[in-house]
């Protein structure tokens, strides 16, 4: 994917996020339509759960489609990034950054539980409707392998993981200040925290 594809993307997610449910392709407006000029949405992996389907309102899981929206995405995020901390404390050669992937790979897992536990305790299946979708920081097996295949592993790795750590904070603090629910918007606005510091660490490391 180009970085101007790239950049595209952040800016929608974050657009989508701030005003309306994410959807994988596009968005509806406040009657129903979609704007004109928007591309029409792909219709949702089988068993998953459509954004563009939930009002701004509280559906009846109790979930708004701005929450419903960011912890479906944020979860497969995570689990993706994992595969890229897994390939830096295996290929990378800097032990600085070698530290913060395993800190990392600590903390992603238990953030991914406490996301799956909110749907959970909402009723939500676990599906991943932006699957097969091009989203900003979420980790490809085009990117891992590309990594992989780096003549500077740890220069790639940095820039993926930069990219990840910048979109997960955005998006969650998009999410904090427009979602609905209790729950979900303090997790949001905490891991909005937490990723602009990790951000700033990593950012760190680069001098």
Do not use: K
């Amino acid at each position: 994917m180009s970085r101007r594809a790239r950049r595209v993307a952040t800016v929608a997610a974050a657009a989508l996020l701030a005003a309306v449910p994410l959807t994988g392709c596009g968005a509806e407006d406040d009657r129903g339509a979609a704007p004109e000029g928007t591309p029409a949405a792909e219709a949702p992996a089988a068993g998953a759960t459509d954004p563009a389907t939930v009002d701004t309102e509280q559906a009846d899981h109790g979930l708004s489609g701005t929450d419903l929206a960011w912890l479906q995405l944020m979860a497969p995020m995570n689990d993706r990034t994992m595969l890229l901390l897994e390939l830096v404390e295996e290929e990378g050669a800097d032990a600085s950054l070698g530290a913060f992937a395993a800190e990392l790979a600590q903390t992603h897992p238990e953030e991914t539980a406490r996301l799956r536990s909110i749907l959970d305790d909402a009723g939500v299946p676990d599906t991943n409707p932006h699957e097969g979708h091009a989203m900003t920081g979420m980790v490809t097996d085009d990117q891992l392998a590309e990594i992989a295949g780096a003549s500077d592993v740890d220069a790639a790795a940095w820039e993926a993981l930069h990219e990840h750590l910048a979109q997960a904070a955005m998006i969650s603090g998009s999410a904090a200040e427009n979602g609905s629910d209790e729950a979900t918007t303090a997790l949001a606005a905490e891991l909005a925290e937490t990723r602009e510091g990790q951000l700033a660490e990593l950012e760190a490391l680069d001098g």
